[in-house]
């Protein structure tokens, strides 16, 4: 019976212990890489496009960068609840597609088919400042919230081999700040490596998600 008594304690204890620990702490560094979805230029604007009402034939239309962004995330917890740290992600968006037209050549004095190219993208960089709140921890589970600001820079050009449109590029964001709203949830596999799940508005992708260390 006493042997019984000492193993109920033992076990006692050592659930106790796990429930104490916390799987961040003061003095961790935590760096996350992710990608986000959706893409959100992709998704709405340019997945469903409709090309100038002179071009017709339209072929091979292909979206530019896909339907995820990517970026990186690192953080020192300053306190046990409480880390900052920096935000970065880049999302590539846009088009690229062949097409024919109608164009009158002034030798023959008749209209012709002429077949062009046009590619489309626009590169977005965002570096933000990042504070997250950690709410809730236990020996596996890291849930916090965020929020972010910083800088955003876009680079838009253009490419054709159509004569009736000039290539070109704009560098440079309208509203050149980004800020992100988010909560989110890292779950680790061991002590040092996990997975990590993020929600947020604004700043980058709806979803984000990927790997997280510790250290």
Do not use: C
Request: net charge negative; aromatic share 14%; hydrophobic share 35%.
């Amino acid at each position: 019976m006493k042997k019984i008594f000492t193993i109920i304690g033992i076990s006692f204890l050592s659930v106790s212990s796990l429930q104490a620990q916390t799987p961040v702490e003061q003095g961790n560094f935590i760096i996350d890489v992710y990608a986000g979805i959706p893409n959100w230029a992709n998704s709405i604007l340019y997945n469903n496009v409709e090309p100038d009402a002179t071009q017709t034939d339209v072929r091979n239309y292909k979206l530019n960068g896909g339907l995820l962004s990517y970026g990186g995330r690192f953080e020192y917890m300053i306190a046990d609840n409480f880390g900052v740290g920096v935000d970065v992600n880049y999302e590539v968006s846009g088009f690229n597609y062949d097409y024919t037209t109608q164009e009158y050549n002034d030798v023959t004095m008749q209209f012709e088919n002429r077949d062009y190219n046009i590619d489309y993208k626009s590169k977005k960089l965002r570096a933000m400042a990042r504070l997250n709140y950690h709410f809730v921890q236990n020996d596996r589970l890291d849930a916090y919230a965020g929020f972010a600001g910083g800088y955003k820079n876009v680079n838009r050009s253009i490419a054709t081999d159509d004569t009736n449109y000039d290539d070109g590029s704009i560098n440079g964001a309208l509203i050149p700040v980004s800020f992100r709203i988010a909560v989110g949830t890292r779950i680790y596999f061991t002590n040092n490596i996990g997975g990590m799940i993020e929600l947020g508005a604004g700043g980058g992708a709806l979803l984000q998600f990927g790997l997280s260390a510790k250290f």
